[in-house]
């Protein structure tokens, strides 16, 4: 279960660094929320809307720890990326939580937090 937990936290990274918003909208739960590492809070639309003013150039996610708790997986890592935004460039390294559900309908994201970590 772990490997397929492991498998859609990739599938999810890709969809992030290509913006592509058909998979985003079928990884993510009905209620997802994701929590920036600035405190500020979006929801499944307004995650998958930033790509109209957002765009990842690379992504890589290190450091990977996934546990199951049966019908909940819980992923840690540490991200770095570069990306722009409404024209500029960003650089960030960060810890990200990810909190996976089990669904009738299959595994989806539920939840997403994000703390910055130096980029040295």
């Known amino acids: 279960m772990i490997a397929d937990i492991d498998r859609l936290r990739r599938a999810f990274d890709e969809a992030e660094l290509h913006a592509d918003t058909e998979a985003l909208d079928a990884l993510l739960a009905a ?4 929590i920036g590492e600035r405190g500020y809070v979006l929801d499944k639309a307004q995650w ?8 990842y150039t690379s ?17 840690r890592c540490v991200q ?6 409404r024209g500029q460039d960003m650089a960030l390294t960060v810890r990200v939580s990810q909190t996976w559900i089990q669904l009738p309908e299959g ?14």
């Open 31 to 34: 209620d997802f929320r994701s």
């Open 59 to 75: 992504l890589d996610s290190t450091d990977v720890e996934v546990a199951f708790y049966g019908h909940a997986a819980i992923v």
């Open 48 to 55: 998958i809307g930033k790509f109209a003013d957002f765009g």
């Open 80 to 85: 770095r990326s570069a990306s722009t935004w």
């Open 107 to 120: 595994w989806r994201l539920a939840g997403l937090q994000f703390s910055t970590l130096d980029n040295a």
